[in-house]
């Protein structure tokens, strides 16, 4: 059974940079996946936000493309995602999902989902 | 980017009763690539339905999907109590991976 727990500060400044991790437990992160993230601002729907394999290919929503950056960490079995110049339309419930690659059926949708974690953009 | 709009916003219904939610698409979307999530409050959405109509792991009969090209069609039959959530169509064949705004089921 795959885990995934997200982890970062839960208050960024405007302007600033927010950083998550999500550590992955029950199976490798190099295994045929994407490492996806997607959010939530309070009261309101999903917003993907981009996803990176264990090869460091990614696929960002054009929306945030600008501003999100994706890695891994092959050693940590973990995954991370950076946005830059947040605002106060960043804040949101963060969760980060595994994506299997193989699409057999249909089944390459996000499947695991960490709980989530709150991260509010405010001075 | 594809635009999945939800229909209705919200949903009253009792227990025991039949739930029909409507999920639409902005262009034609191969049903091999349509999911439904079901999202409680302060839980992560839980995967219902992949493939338009392929129950995930764990998820009970009453749960169905159906539909093809731009219209998709989630029905939970005998409503539990605990199927009372929000509930979000997604599409996965275009990138960006696009939701639905949500149809909120609640006990009348």
């Known amino acids: 059974q795959v885990h995934l727990q997200e982890s970062g500060p839960g208050l960024v400044k405007p302007s600033g940079t927010l950083s998550l991790t999500c550590a992955v437990s029950g199976g490798s992160i190099s295994n045929s996946n994407w490492w996806s993230w997607v959010r939530q601002p309070p009261g309101k729907g999903l917003e993907w936000i981009g996803e990176i394999n264990h090869s460091w290919t990614t696929n960002y929503n054009p929306s945030l493309k600008s501003r999100v950056t994706m890695s891994v960490d092959k050693s940590n079995n973990q995954f991370s995602l950076k946005l830059n110049s947040v605002t106060a339309a960043d804040t949101a419930v963060y969760y980060c999902a595994r994506r299997p690659i193989s699409c057999s059926g249909g089944t390459c949708t996000p499947d695991y989902w960490g709980q989530g974690t709150l991260v509010t953009v405010s001075s | 980017e594809i635009v999945l709009t939800q229909s209705p916003g919200t949903l009253s219904l009792s227990p025991g009763e039949r739930a029909t939610l409507s999920c639409r698409a902005s262009?034609?979307?191969?049903?091999?690539?349509l999911a439904w999530y079901q999202q409680k409050p302060g839980q992560a959405p839980r995967l219902l339905m992949y493939?338009?109509?392929i129950r995930a792991t764990g998820i009970p009969d009453r749960f169905s999907g159906s539909g093809s090209g731009t219209d998709f069609t989630l029905t939970v039959n005998r409503l539990e109590p605990e199927d009372f959530a929000v509930y979000y169509c997604?599409?996965?064949?275009?990138?960006?991976?696009?939701f639905g705004q949500g149809t909120r089921l609640e006990i009348k």
């Open positions: 493939g338009a109509s």
């Open positions: 997604q599409q996965y064949v275009i990138s960006p991976i696009t």
């Open positions: 262009q034609s979307v191969s049903s091999t690539y």
